[in-house]
């Protein structure tokens, strides 16, 4: 089956830290560029994070310096780890497999961010 399931979303205190992870099936993951992406409540969706086959890696800057993401090939599994969490990160976080004129999107996991 062809999907990417997305995990670890939950509630977090601000300054706290989460890890996402995006799980792949029926892709041939390592050819996929792998993003994250991030819908927060009446805003549109926005890029957070994006690792390339070539480990090129590109950061929204709100999340420069606090968020990681990280791919590994042998697991089909993209990671996002985000540390020093704000209340603006409160949103829904998708993942995406891009390659060429290919995307595949997760269903999300929210995320949200309180004290």
């Known amino acids: 089956q062809v999907q990417l399931v997305e995990s670890g979303g939950g509630s977090a205190l601000p300054g706290g830290s989460l890890r996402l992870s995006c799980a792949a099936s029926?892709?041939?993951?390592?050819?996929?560029?792998m993003c994250w992406y991030r819908q927060a409540p009446g805003k549109e969706r926005e890029l957070v994070a994006a690792v390339t086959t070539r480990v090129r890696i590109d950061y929204a800057d709100s999340v420069k310096g606090r968020f990681t993401i990280h791919r590994d090939d042998f697991e089909n599994t993209v990671y996002l780890q985000m540390n020093s969490l704000k209340a603006d990160d409160t949103a829904v976080y998708y993942c995406?497999?891009?390659?060429?004129?290919?995307?595949?999107w997760g269903k999300g996991t929210l995320v949200t961010v309180s004290s």
């Open positions: 995406q497999a891009a390659h060429g004129s290919m995307e595949l």
């Open positions: 029926g892709i041939k993951f390592s050819i996929n560029t």
